[in-house]
Nanobody
């Protein structure tokens, strides 16, 4: 079992920045793909960014060049640095840990990000 705890959400003006954190209850980064997803009201949950065990990163087209996913192995923490935020980035952001090829798939509780003036 893995517990994921997100933090760092809040209200920010358009063009501003936020950093989300996801703390895992134990070290899993060597075998789990860590991802950030988001879900806006009335929309499906979508992948924002992910980092594979080997360090490869992938981003949704809508956030490329603005968001950066990273991890700190010593702290069992994954980050999502979000710059140049837009109102359309407003959503609940969820951290996910998935071990490919297995049913092991864990979610955090979510953190609200609101981009508004």
């Amino acid at each position: 079992q893995v517990q994921l705890v997100e933090s760092g959400g809040g209200l920010v003006q358009p063009g501003g920045s936020l950093t989300l954190s996801c703390a895992a209850s134990r070290y899993i980064f060597s075998i789990y793909t860590m991802g950030w997803y988001r879900q806006a009201p009335g929309k499906q949950r979508e992948l924002v960014a992910r980092i594979l065990p080997g360090g490869t990163t992938n981003y949704a087209d809508s956030v490329k060049g603005r968001f950066t996913i990273s991890r700190d192995n010593a702290k069992n923490t994954v980050y999502l640095q979000m710059n140049s935020l837009k109102p359309e980035d407003t959503a609940v952001y969820y951290c996910n840990a998935a071990r490919l090829g297995t049913p092991n798939n864990y979610w955090g509780q979510g953190t609200q990000v609101t981009v508004s003036s």
